[in-house]
C-alpha cells in the first residue's frame, strides 16, 4: 500500500507539470487553431537559461523570476516576428513553421550548451517535508507551485479587463475587433503567457529528469496526451488531464508494462481518444453546415 501510495503521488506531481505544458498547448491552440510542436523545446531553452544564471551565481528564485519574464517577451516575440505572417497560411506551412523552431531552439541549445547533460538544482530541501514518506520534497513543492500557477491564471482570466479581453479573442476575433479588442496583441500576450507557463515547468520537470536539448521530448508527449484528454480547447481539461495522466503513467508504469513501456502509455491514450472520444472530456464540438 505504501508503494502504491507513492505512485500515486508521484504521479500527481509530474502530472501538474504536465497540466501546466498541456495548459500552454492549448492556450497556443485557441489563439491559431494550431499545436506548438516547439512548446517543450521553448521550455528546454528557458531552462538552460535559468541554469545559466544559476550557474553565474544568481540566487534560484530571483533566475526563475527573470527565466518567467524572458520567456514571455520570447513568446511574444516569436507571435509578432515569426508566427503572424503565416497565420493565413495553409495548415502544412504553419505546422513546418513550428517544427522548424523545435528544430531550431534544439539546435541552438545544443550549440550554446552542450549536449552533456548536467544538473538542475531544486530549491527544496532534500529531506521530506512534514516527516512524510510518499513524496519527496521537490515533487510536494513543484504540486504547489503548478497550483499556485493555475490559482493565478484562473484569477486572471477571471476577474481582469486584459485576461477577459484575451478570452474573448481566442474565442471570436471578429466580434473582439468589432468591440474595439485588438485582437493582434492579444494573441500575442497569449504567446507570451504560454511560453511563461511552459518555462516553469521546464524549471520545475529539469531536476527529475536532468537538464539536456532533449529532455522535454517525452514530457512534451505526456502533456499533449493530457491536453487530449481533457479537451484540446478546454483549459481545464487540459489541467485536470495533466494530472490524471501523470497518475495513469505512473501507475501502468509500476504495475503493468515496466518503467520501460511507460512512455506508450501516453500514446495509447493519445491514439484512444483520436479514436473514440476527439473532443475529449470537456472539449466542446462544433457543428456547422456544409
Known amino acids: 500500500m505504501e508503494a502504491f501510495l507513492h505512485q500515486v503521488f508521484s504521479g500527481l506531481a509530474t502530472g501538474g507539470i504536465y497540466a501546466s505544458l498541456a495548459l500552454a498547448l492549448v492556450m497556443i491552440y485557441q489563439s491559431t487553431n494550431h499545436i506548438n510542436f516547439a512548446q517543450g523545446e521553448m521550455a528546454m531553452f528557458s531552462t538552460y537559461l535559468a541554469w545559466s544564471m544559476i550557474d553565474a551565481g544568481l540566487a534560484y528564485w530571483w533566475a526563475f523570476l527573470l527565466t518567467v519574464a524572458i520567456s514571455f517577451i520570447t513568446g511574444v516575440v516569436i507571435e509578432r516576428i515569426i508566427i503572424r505572417p503565416v497565420e493565413r497560411a495553409p495548415v502544412l506551412s504553419v505546422v513546418t513553421v513550428f517544427v522548424a523552431l523545435l528544430v531550431i531552439f534544439n539546435s541552438v541549445a545544443g550549440w550554446i550548451f552542450t549536449y552533456t547533460i548536467k544538473t538542475f538544482p531544486s530549491p527544496f530541501p532534500e529531506q521530506p517535508l512534514f516527516g512524510n514518506r510518499y513524496i519527496s520534497s521537490h515533487e510536494l513543492g513543484a504540486i504547489g507551485i503548478t497550483l499556485g500557477v493555475l490559482v493565478v491564471l484562473y484569477l486572471f482570466f477571471r476577474f481582469t479587463p486584459l485576461g477577459l479581453a484575451m478570452r474573448a479573442a481566442a474565442q471570436n476575433a471578429t466580434s473582439s475587433r468589432l468591440s474595439g479588442i485588438r485582437v493582434g496583441w492579444m494573441l500575442a500576450l497569449g504567446w507570451g503567457l504560454a511560453a511563461a507557463v511552459g518555462a516553469v515547468a ?7 529528469v536532468y537538464l539536456d536539448p532533449n529532455m522535454m521530448s517525452g ?15 478546454s483549459p481545464f481539461g487540459a489541467v485536470l488531464g495533466g494530472f490524471l495522466v501523470g497518475v495513469l503513467e505512473n501507475l501502468i508504469g509500476a504495475y503493468v508494462v515496466g518503467t520501460e513501456l511507460k ?23 462544433f457543428v456547422s453546415r456544409v
Do not use: E, Q
Open 202 to 208: 521546464g524549471m520545475l520537470i529539469a531536476p527529475i
Open 219 to 233: 514530457v512534451l508527449l505526456y502533456a499533449f496526451a493530457a491536453a487530449l484528454v481533457g479537451g484540446i480547447d
Open 263 to 285: 512512455l506508450t502509455v501516453a500514446l495509447v491514450l493519445i491514439i484512444g481518444v483520436l479514436v473514440f472520444k476527439p473532443t475529449g472530456l470537456f472539449g466542446r464540438v
